[in-house]
């Protein structure tokens, strides 16, 4: 059960570099602001989901370090306000997004 759990945290880890990367591509070549604030929203998203599942591989693999518990809650911290800022600016960015097309 524990590395059926294991492999589910590396999937999504996997899956998230790679759409934090498309986006984070996607915001430096797109010529709008909007789109590339919306762009960049998403990327940080993928990054706090990255974050905190390198957090939850560390917590299977090292258990019990002061340090090791440290450098897991900071990534979890990190994680937790890249997801908030990413979902605050997604919702500004396509705000001002929707309020041009009118």
């Known amino acids: 059960m524990v590395s059926v759990i294991r492999y589910l945290l590396y999937a999504v880890l996997v ?3 790679i759409c934090a990367a498309l986006y984070s591509s996607r915001s430096r070549r797109s010529k709008d602001a909007r789109e590339r604030g919306l762009y960049g ?4 998203i993928f990054m706090g989901v990255m974050l905190i ?3 939850l591989i560390f917590m299977f693999i090292f258990s019990g370090s002061t340090v090791a518990v440290i450098i897991e809650a900071v990534f ?3 994680g937790a306000f890249n997801i908030f800022a990413g979902i605050r600016n997604r919702g500004y960015y396509s705000r001002m997004k ?3 097309n009118m």
């Open 15 to 17: 899956i998230a570099c």
């Open 41 to 44: 929203a998403t990327t940080n």
């Open 53 to 55: 599942m390198l957090a």
């Open 76 to 78: 979890l911290v990190l």
């Open 98 to 100: 929707s309020d041009s």
